[in-house]
């Protein structure tokens, strides 16, 4: 464990959330308190920036802008998705890290981001170890999945989850506003693990959810889906909402969304774009006979800022404040992750380190067992998992009746 | 000019908005305070749950979930697309009408809608008095789309130009982090209108909005539109924000959206639209050969509650109040409008009356003038008009995380 002194450097990786730049506030405006912090930096475009020395000098911001960071969505800093080779194939990128590490005096390094960016943090902290590079690594999570390994729960799901859920609501009084048929198929973000899939069904608790959800954690039978839309459709007076994950697949591990490619083509002769929803609303209008309306979440629900949750804010910006804490108490080649405290009462999280290597690449699915086996939606161990989670208002500052977000001036620090 | 006494009913008729029962909570909470207003009747479904008799006892309502309905967003006692056939046509729904209102003693009718619901409230108007059946029948405008003649704007309009003008600002950051190009093309609902479409410039005024706005009030070219998107991608390095109306139309007024499959078309004859966001993308990405992301909006845009503007719910739930209150003195087949007072310094609506058949069947569409011919968005006079309608919280209020709607019980009121 080294106390070092020297600047910290701060960077932003893989897809956006409402809240990733709450932990950018937490990091900048916790190193900002520590004197053997000399220089903050933020490299533009997460590792990217690092390797092309694009770095920006975060002491020439103004300290109320960063405070608006916690409500501005997106990675303010730019983010990127570059996959670092493994050292053993090519040392070039690892040998210009060290060289702009060097030059800026780099001994606190902070990387936000989900499995692929824990993985980067991991590589670029092994191999400044093996070059004698003293320089404390500690990564920050971040991604709306919820899939990071050894956390409770990451920052930016809370707000995702609280906007998918608010949302089905919102669109169940609004898809049932006729008393005519109409199916609706909502697709939710989640490649490989359902979290924000499942928390459209905290709109249950509320009478307002959906009749059926559809998990990337089962294999997806269509002839079952359908015959499960069917039996509410009869029930239900052709009324049915549906929510399915964008990352369904069937027992051959092929992608629902990959059977667009043998669908119809337009006029142009190009192939229609778009979904799993639309994919699955094409094979259900053609089976039920019922109008269906496919409904895709896309990048709103990562970015709706709006409707954040006060509690992944707060969390998200404690994420990247303990981070730094951690690492000027010596800390390295860690994580910050969240664990619950069982023994309180109320909710409460308390902030401790894995090993960043056992962060990276390794996914967190949904329990089985919270995943009800005839696809209606999710236990009472989900809900009680997943409510504390989306309390509290985002309380964003609004101007002129809209948001109004933190405007860096992103003042190069090139030396 | 017949102040009357007996029973009110009131109904609600198209696509629902994020404060359309807040125009119902103004009818029932102003009718409750008029004695010579019997009974408060709802109509379950507008205009079929009258001919069904379907009513529901709003007497037998808690006043807090009628408050509550201000924040509750779609039709709470259920819509109807349903064309009243000509009176020379067909009698027979004219004549069950009458019979139902002469049961239930209705001497005050409100009907809340768009152009064709003030349709349907003056054809039931004229028959009634053709048939010296006493009743004041007053319209409530509304429609997100913003295009009923005679009202400075509509109830419905502000909540989801706010929906569109903040999504748009998120959506923006969220599309621009990554230093690859992408262009996304956003599509926006108004059929023939563009008012919702052109809301999305409003994000321009903090520096985050779209590139090239495109509307249904001018002939497209997708030629020109190929040209106009790799202008922009040439100078903004590929990133390009584009947003559309589902209803934009080539110069044979062929829709967009027709590209791709024949339409079906509703009960009024319009054509059900939807698609040309993803439509437009094919066609991009084949001709200019970078990554497009299509996004529709769809139903999100209309029942947004959460982001509602509180200039538009107030104003909803004044035209509801205001109905009443002009019925009880003596007028009928009206509908009440929004007149803004050029007058004043600060913004200032007064509510007024038009003739009902005037605001039937007619569009309002955005003034030439205020479209810049570049479709790279409106002018100043646009921002001018459109600004206060945004205005101040929605103040929903929520309940474990979650919205909290109304419940209402819905009690038939059948005799």
């Not at 910006?317 to 108490?329: I, L, Q, R, S, T």
Request: with cysteine; glycine share 8%; proline share 3%.
């Amino acid at each position: 464990m080294k106390n070092l002194k020297g600047a910290c450097l701060f960077g932003q990786s893989g897809g956006p959330t409402s809240v990733i730049n709450a932990s950018a506030a937490g990091v900048f405006l916790e190193a900002l308190k520590h004197e053997q912090i000399t220089d903050i930096y933020g490299a533009e475009h997460g590792i990217k920036g690092i390797l092309e020395e694009n770095l920006v000098d975060i002491r020439k911001e103004d300290v109320k802008e960063l405070e608006l960071l916690k409500n501005t969505p997106s990675s303010a800093l730019g983010s990127v998705r570059y996959k670092l080779k493994p050292l053993n194939v090519d040392e070039t990128d690892y040998k210009r890290i060290l060289e702009v590490f060097k030059k800026y005096d780099i001994r606190y390094f902070f990387y936000n981001g989900g499995n692929d960016s824990m993985d980067t943090c991991n590589k670029v902290s092994k191999y400044l170890q093996s070059q004698n590079y003293e320089c404390n690594v500690i990564g920050v999570p971040k991604t709306i999945d919820n899939d990071l390994y050894g956390t409770d729960h990451c920052p930016g799901y809370g707000s995702a989850a609280k906007y998918v859920a608010t949302t089905m609501m919102e669109l169940y009084l609004d898809t049932h506003v006729y008393d005519t048929g109409m199916i609706t198929i909502v697709e939710v973000m989640g490649r490989n693990a359902g979290w924000l899939t499942a928390a459209s069904s905290l709109a249950t608790l509320k009478g307002l959810g959906p009749d059926l959800i559809y998990l990337p954690e089962e294999h997806f039978d269509v002839d079952e889906f359908i015959e499960d839309v069917r039996k509410v459709a009869e029930e239900k007076n052709d009324k049915v909402m549906v929510v399915i994950s964008e990352g369904i697949k069937d027992t051959n591990g092929r992608y629902v969304s990959e059977y667009l490619v043998s669908l119809d083509r337009d006029s142009f002769g190009h192939a229609q774009l778009g979904g799993t929803a639309t994919v699955l609303a094409g094979i259900v209008n053609e089976k039920l006979g019922i109008k269906v309306r496919p409904i895709e979440f896309s990048l709103l629900q990562r970015c709706a800022a709006h409707v954040a949750s006060g509690t992944d804010i707060e969390e998200a910006f404690n994420a990247g404040k303990m981070a730094v804490k951690y690492a000027v108490a010596g800390n390295t080649d860690k994580m910050v992750v969240f664990v619950r405290d069982e023994e309180s009462d109320k909710y409460k999280i308390n902030y401790e380190l894995v090993a960043v290597e056992e962060a990276a690449n390794t996914e967190k699915k949904i329990p089985g067992e919270w995943i009800k086996k005839d696809h209606t939606g999710l236990t009472d161990d989900f809900y009680k998992y997943a409510l504390p989670l989306i309390q509290g208002p985002s309380n964003s500052p609004t101007e002129d009746g809209l948001p109004r977000f933190a405007h860096l001036k992103k003042i190069s620090a090139k030396k």
